[in-house]
């Protein structure tokens, strides 16, 4: 049976996010990178916390492409009133963004996906 493209284990985007979330806030364990769609984007409105979110746009010069999650995330928590729940990084015209789901434990990470699986 296909998958549709899901596997288990983390990329290095994902695992320089949770890196970078984890400097902020220890107590977070998983994450999970998600498409960022307009449904998606509607049911951010329904998590359990706050939702913060970065411009990759306005990364600096010495930041990588492969490091703009970890950079947004840092940027996320730094302008954000506590531990969010949800990271967004708003790509340009044309270029989906991406959505950084953030749990210090697995059932709530997996109650998030639920959350934002059911709103998409």
Same mark, same amino acid.
């Given at each position: 049976? +296909? ?12 695992? #320089?996010?949770?890196?970078?979330? @984890?400097?902020?806030? +220890?107590?977070? @364990?998983?994450? =999970? &990178? ?5 449904? =998606?984007?509607? *049911?951010? $409105? ?5 939702? *913060?979110?970065? &411009?990759?746009?306005?990364? +600096?010069?010495?930041?990588?492409? &492969? $490091? ?7 940027? $996320? ?7 969010? !729940?949800? %990271? !967004?990084? #708003? ?7 991406? =959505?950084?789901?953030?749990?210090? &434990? %697995? ?5 998030? !996906? ?5 709103? *998409?």
């Amino acid at each position: 049976r +296909p998958n549709r493209g899901v596997r288990f284990g983390a990329s290095t985007t994902v695992a #320089r996010a949770l890196l970078a979330a @984890r400097e902020h806030d +220890p107590a977070i @364990r998983f994450a =999970v &990178d998600c498409r960022l769609t307009d449904a =998606v984007e509607d *049911a951010l $409105a329904s998590l359990d916390g706050r939702v *913060a979110a970065y &411009d990759p746009g306005e990364r +600096p010069d010495g930041v990588s492409d &492969d $490091a703009t999650a970890q950079w947004g995330v840092d940027r $996320a928590f730094g302008t954000s009133d506590g531990t969010p !729940v949800a %990271v !967004v990084g #708003r790509e340009g015209v044309g270029t989906d963004g991406r =959505v950084m789901l953030l749990a210090a &434990d %697995v059932d709530d990470l997996v109650s998030r !996906v639920e959350t934002i699986g059911d709103g *998409a």
